[in-house]
């Protein structure tokens, strides 16, 4: 499943690297001294006031919001949303070439004002539609894959990083021992999605290349229909060449190794442009990609729970204060809304 896509410690320019290809895709010198200026400003900003960023590929949700609100009382509004929205295409297209895991701004240009339309109308697919899009994944990984992605709203990181012991359910059929982590002892049905994980530290003994963006830890339901496919996956997954068993195993070139981020798009663009959602060069208006995915799960779930609390808990979004408050309610609030609510994405 490896890709030829360089990942991100290759590029030791990540502005360069987007300003070069955006002028190879005919963009002006006027238009690409506009983006230099702005993103150059971001740069500078993030990496004085915050220690953990040492370039844009390391900035977040929150890192991105910071710098939005340094802007006011010094720009006009609509010079805001002009830097917004270069700042919002800079990352959609690293992370569309597969140089960064996420576009961190995707759901800051979300929640800024409604007045500003410079978030993109992205496709609309019904959960009907979705149902029959994962109905033609045979493969048991794969299905997994998606299907993980799509009940849990998790980063393409995020899924990356799961180890075996950050999942429990019951593998009593399959003779599998998970040895699911303390933290999940009192929580049946669930997979536990840890903030610590960062590309290149070592978290249970394994040196990680993708990073987890998540304010705190977070525990997430996983219900029959994900517990399902997990157990298909599990009942033919290879031995792991890492002390760390991680949740999702390459079966293809890389057999037995962690899962990373580009093999993750390749699984999930090879399906979608069988099933026309997927077009070079169609943009995130109309290619379905992992980060469709957590785009799914957030506008499906918040439309039907009404609940925006436990659905940016359940994203990991939210602040400690708050996160506290459903991590010590957990079952009869997160839970229970959850199961009520999450789509059926099988017949």
């Keep these: 499943m490896a890709t030829n896509v360089d990942s991100a410690e290759d590029v030791t320019d990540p502005i360069e690297y987007f300003l070069e290809d955006q002028r190879y895709h005919g963009k002006s010198d006027r238009t690409l001294e506009a983006y230099d200026r702005v993103l150059r400003e971001f740069e500078t900003y993030v990496s004085s006031e915050f220690e953990a960023v040492e370039s844009p590929g390391d900035a977040d949700r929150r890192e991105c919001m910071a710098w939005i609100h340094s802007l006011r009382g010094n720009r006009k509004p609509s010079t805001i949303a002009t830097y917004a929205s270069y700042l919002n295409r800079f990352y959609d297209y690293m992370n569309r070439v597969g140089e960064f895991e996420e576009n961190p701004m995707a759901l800051v240009m979300e929640e800024m004002s409604e007045s500003i339309d410079t978030n993109p109308t992205r496709r609309d697919i019904s959960v009907s539609e979705m149902r029959s899009f ?3 994944i045979g493969h048991p990984l794969e299905r997994a894959v998606i299907v ?3 009940k849990t709203g998790m980063r ?21 021992d998970l040895n699911s982590r303390v933290q999940l002892e ?3 049905d669930s997979v536990f999605v840890s903030a610590a994980p960062a590309r290149g530290t070592t978290v249970n003994g394994e040196e990680r290349t993708a990073s987890n963006k998540r304010e705190r830890d977070t525990i997430v339901p ?7 496919v997990l157990l298909q996956w599990l009942a033919i997954r290879p031995d792991s060449r890492s002390s760390a068993e991680p949740l999702f195993l390459d ?4 057999w037995g ?11 999930v663009e090879k399906h979608a442009r069988e099933r026309g959602w997927y077009r070079t060069g169609g943009g995130a208006t109309e290619n379905v990609t992992p980060h469709y995915f957590r785009h799914f799960f957030t506008t499906h779930l918040r439309d039907r729970t009404g609940d925006r609390g436990v659905v940016k808990y359940l994203r990991g979004d939210v602040a400690s204060d708050v996160i506290d408050t459903y991590t010590h309610n957990w079952g009869d609030q997160v839970r229970t809304v959850y199961e ?7 017949s």
């Design 251 to 254: 079966t293809g070139e890389s």
């Design 186 to 188: 009192r929580r049946p």
């Design 222 to 228: 996983v219900d029959d229909e994900l517990s399902r």
């Design 156 to 176: 393409v990181g995020e899924l990356c990083n799961l180890d075996a012991r950050d999942l429990n359910i019951d593998v009593s059929d399959i003779a599998y």
């Design 134 to 136: 994962v109905d033609s």
């Design 340 to 346: 009520s609510n999450i789509y059926s994405l099988f």
């Design 148 to 150: 993980t992605l799509l």
């Design 257 to 267: 190794q962690r899962l990373t981020p580009a093999d993750i798009r390749y699984i």
